[in-house]
């Protein structure tokens, strides 16, 4: 079983909840704040309409985090959090490298878009800044979301079904790339993505560019995996009888 990254952790906010209560009020607050900060990104947002859309004072926030950055910096990295746990909870583990993959993909389109273009702007605006004190953090955040892709071309590459010619860093880059691109592309055009046939067009051009110079070997090596995958199921289905 594949081991799961510990979440990154974020500087201390400046009050930490002990009480009930008090996590209550700071899950209410990231509520809001993911609402507002999708729905006008990060510069237009103010600590003030999220505190009038909770009916309470902006002090009571400020209670909580120093101020916008630090809120957002936890709305964001809620977001990865949740998105990491149905990336990995939803892989298919006896599924072959290419399964893994497309699952990969759709995920990360769906992970961004199913609720509007909002989360997903500031995602890849706000969770890509360098230069404030929780940059890093996010960056470690970032690290895990990819992580299960990055296994993914790691085993792609050592069955054979994946070019080994690049690093692994540079696969990773191939992949998200085009990806990051079909999202602004929505985002800037506020429009709604047809989630399931863009990731199935996605897949067939970013596995093409994936594949090892020489293709036979490619496709033999996807062979041997796929009778492997079926009599390991076979295997299974007799053992269950």
């Known amino acids: 079983m594949e081991a799961v990254a510990p979440k990154a952790v974020l500087p201390a906010s400046r009050r930490q909840p002990a009480g009930r209560k008090s996590q209550q009020r700071v899950r209410e607050i990231l509520q809001a704040g993911r609402e507002v900060f999708s729905e006008k990104g990060y510069a237009r947002a103010t600590t003030a309409e999220i505190a009038q859309r909770l ?11 120093r101020g916008k950055r630090e809120l957002c910096a936890r709305v964001i990295g809620d977001w990865y959090d949740e998105s990491i746990a149905a990336i ?35 995602v890849l605006s706000e969770g890509r800044t360098r230069h404030h004190d929780l ?21 792609g ?19 998200f790339g085009p990806m990051e ?15 399931d046939a863009t990731a199935e067009r996605l ?4 596995w093409s560019a994936l ?14 995996q796929d009778v492997g ?5 076979l295997e299974r289905e007799r053992a269950a009888r």
């Open 157 to 175: 590459q050592e069955s054979g079904q994946i070019r080994n010619d690049l690093p692994l860093r540079l696969l990773r880059s191939l992949v």
């Open 181 to 195: 691109h079909v999202l602004w592309d929505a985002t800037l055009a506020n429009r709604r993505t047809d989630i």
């Open 229 to 233: 995958e079926a009599v390991r199921r």
């Open 55 to 65: 009916s309470v004072s902006e002090a009571t926030v400020f209670s909580y985090f």
């Open 88 to 122: 990995e909870g939803g892989l298919p583990r006896d599924g072959t490298v290419r399964q893994q993959f497309a699952f990969i993909v759709r995920m990360h389109l769906q992970l961004m878009l199913e609720s509007g273009t909002g989360i997903c702007e500031l």
């Open 135 to 155: 940059s890093e953090a996010l960056t470690e955040m970032q690290r895990r979301y990819t992580a299960p892709l990055m296994r993914v071309l790691a085993r």
């Open 211 to 224: 594949q090892p110079p020489n293709l036979e070997l490619a496709a033999l090596a996807q062979f041997s």
């Open 203 to 206: 897949v067939d051009a970013l």
